[in-house]
């Protein structure tokens, strides 16, 4: 099993015709993943061909495509300025899920999107995230099917991008059921609590881990939620240790002030929960290993 994506989803790209939706429609192909479609009112009815020659037709609109392929699944690969119109359009063709990659979305635009998804069934995760994969089922983003290794027991949530990446390459030899970047935007649809929530209900995940980042306090809220709710093991990771106070250290929610959004701070509410942190990603993987070997699983 998997959660939110899986070997019966059928994706489309809004922006496919673009450089980056090209590229990265084609590494999705390369690992798999059932792309449908393609979504731009310009080139409505156009086709385009892919490296092995497979022909993916591009649609006017999300909801002519979904009804045309039974799409389930959008990745959002338009310029920050359009990404709130994208994303407002796929969520009221009630598309089960968009994946929206864009970074650099005005966090005002952020809001009202997400605020319209509440009235959907439209679940969002970004933006300003890698996306998602299902190692063996389906991939939906920017991340690189070569670091997930084969399919396994271990859910992983992360906050950023590459350490996505390192941590996927940290434990490929165990494999995950999927990994999810959530992205770093002070805003964002998919949370760490609803990830591990969804690895807690999927019998073939058998322990989580989470990576987090200075600023704000999801993982704060993270923790609370894992101690009353979560009895399977989780091992966390947090970014920043060494970073100066009232920076803002690359993604626009790791913003410290004070105490507050530390990554100690986070330790701290992580450690009380019963969450074993790592301080690099190399100690976190150590310790998904003997999480997984404790309970009769690596």
Known sequence: MAIFLDSDSKIIVQGMTGSEGMKHTQRMLDSGS???GGVNPKKAGETVTFRDGQEIPVFGSVREAMSATGANVTVIFVPAKFTKAAAEEA??????LAVVITEGVPVKDTAEFFALAKESNTRIIGPNCPGIISPGQSNAGIIPAESAGEPGKIGLVSKSGTLTYQMMH???????????????????????IAAIEAFQNDPDTK???????????????????IAENVTKPVVGYIAGFTAPEGKTMGHAGAI?????????????????????VGKTPTQAGQLMREALAEIGEA
């Open 256 to 276: 410290v002030s004070g105490s507050s959004g530390t990554a100690e701070a986070k330790r701290q509410a992580l450690d009380e929960a019963g969450v074993r």
């Open 170 to 192: 940290e434990l490929s030899d165990l494999g995950f059921t999927t990994c999810v970047g959530i992205g770093g935007d002070p805003i964002i649809g998919t949370t760490h």
């Open 34 to 36: 059932a792309i449908v």
């Open 91 to 96: 969520i009221r063709a009630n598309i089960p």
């Open 207 to 225: 322990a989580i881990i989470m990576i987090g980042e200075i600023g704000g306090d999801a993982e704060e809220y993270a923790a609370k939620y």
